[in-house]
């Protein structure tokens, strides 16, 4: 079951959020369509950098950070207020790796690096249709990425020098794309370190 979100807007978003004190060790954000490899990429960095995976569909599950169950979407209805009252307190002292396929309802700051994941159709129908996903629900996800919906709203809401594009087909590239995250998360950390 997925996490369903709207990508309007919260009207009282300047209000609710001071800007986060600045940080030493990074958070990253690993976005992209369902099926694109966020959970396995975001599990493997978490295990080379010691960063912690937060898991958004799996948190807003144990957490309880939604308002029920949406037939229609077959998911969860996403309450975006308790899920960003919950992550706001999280990556506060950095250094999480967060997994999740909308970015446009976090707050710039809150971020360091976007990574978004891209697969090829062929490769992503295979995926998603091997995940016992409905054909509707394939076909949702598979024009989710042709028309690279995910990059567009990183886009969106970061500016373009904190997003990187990586294509996730093959084995050998989830593990390239996490080593080339934690290489990224250490030069962060040396250059946060040497700052006074
Ligand atoms: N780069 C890749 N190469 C091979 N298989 C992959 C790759 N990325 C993901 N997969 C496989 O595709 C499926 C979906 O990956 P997952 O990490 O759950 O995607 P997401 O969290 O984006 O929905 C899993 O079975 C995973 O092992
Ligand atoms: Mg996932």
Redesign the pocket.
């Known amino acids: 079951m997925d996490v369903s979100y709207n990508n309007s807007p919260s009207d009282d978003e300047e209000a609710r959020f001071s800007a986060m004190p600045e940080r030493t060790l990074p958070n990253i954000l690993?976005t992209?369509?369902?099926?694109?490899?966020?959970?396995?990429?975001?599990?493997m960095v978490a295990q080379l950098t010691s960063f912690e995976h937060m898991?958004i569909g799996k948190l807003v599950r144990e957490q309880q950070l939604h308002d029920g169950y949406l037939e229609e979407y077959d998911s969860l209805d996403l309450n975006e207020d308790k899920l960003l009252d919950y992550l706001e307190e999280e990556l506060r002292d950095g250094g999480k790796v967060v997994?999740f396929?909308g970015s446009d309802l976090f707050p710039e700051d809150w971020f360091d690096l976007v990574v978004v994941?891209r697969?090829n159709n062929t490769?992503l129908y295979d995926?998603l249709q091997?995940?016992g996903y409905t054909e509707s629900k394939v076909q949702e996800n598979i024009e989710c990425e042709i028309f690279q919906e995910c990059l567009e709203e990183a886009r969106s809401q970061f500016p373009e020098e904190m997003i990187v594009e990586l294509v996730?087909?093959?084995?050998?590239?989830?593990e390239s794309?996490a080593e080339r995250i934690q290489q990224w998360a250490e030069a962060f950390m040396a250059k946060s370190k040497a700052s006074p």
């Not at 099926?35 to 990429?41: A, I, V």
């Open positions: 690993v992209g369509t369902p099926g694109t490899g966020k959970t396995s990429t975001a599990e898991e997994d396929h994941l697969t490769l995926r091997g995940r996730s087909e093959t084995a050998d590239q989830m794309n």
